[in-house]
């Protein structure tokens, strides 16, 4: 997996970064045995969460 810098805004989201957290989210759903449906259900729901909001905060 290789992603691109991608300009932002505010500066330059690192391809690195973006890789980095594409492992950890993948790995974090493996780690709860989801298969490609619920991952990608988790993902819509989550982009639906984000857009609400400017800045992401942590949840609890």
Do not use: C, P, W
């Not at 691109?4 to 391809?15: A, C, E, K, L, R």
């Amino acid at each position: 997996m290789e992603s691109y810098d991608i300009q932002m805004v505010n500066g330059i989201f690192s391809g690195k970064k973006i890789d980095e957290l594409t492992k950890f989210i993948i790995n974090k759903f493996a780690e709860e045995g989801l298969n490609r449906d619920e991952a990608v259900e988790v993902l819509k729901n989550t982009n639906n969460v984000i857009g609400e909001f400017a800045i992401v905060k942590h949840v609890d």
